[in-house]
């Protein structure tokens, strides 16, 4: 029974937080306003560069941490061919 007690209030506590519009429509942050799909950030992660926007990312592909790396495995492949 202590366990039903303690589960249901801290499921109350965990919904009854939540601001809501009239509509019943929960209202956002500032960080998903201002980071949303309109207004998308570069963030860079491990030398690579991402495109974030309301709470997701997506690697950008073409950053110059890539394009140095890529360069540098086909200069090593082409010295190993040469090898041959």
């Known amino acids: 029974m202590k366990k039903f ?3 249901a209030l801290t499921t109350l506590t965990m919904v009854g937080c939540m ?3 009239k509509d019943g429509e929960p209202i956002l942050s ?9 207004n998308p950030y570069l963030q860079v992660l491990d030398s690579c560069e991402y495109i974030c926007w309301g709470g997701r990312m997506a690697h950008k592909g073409n950053c110059r941490f ?5 360069e540098k495995k086909l200069e090593k492949l082409i010295e190993q061919l040469k090898e041959k």
């Open 66 to 70: 890539c394009e140095e790396r890529k």
């Open 30 to 38: 500032d960080y998903y306003r201002e980071h949303s799909v309109e």
């Open 5 to 7: 007690i303690l589960l």
């Open 19 to 21: 601001k809501t519009k």
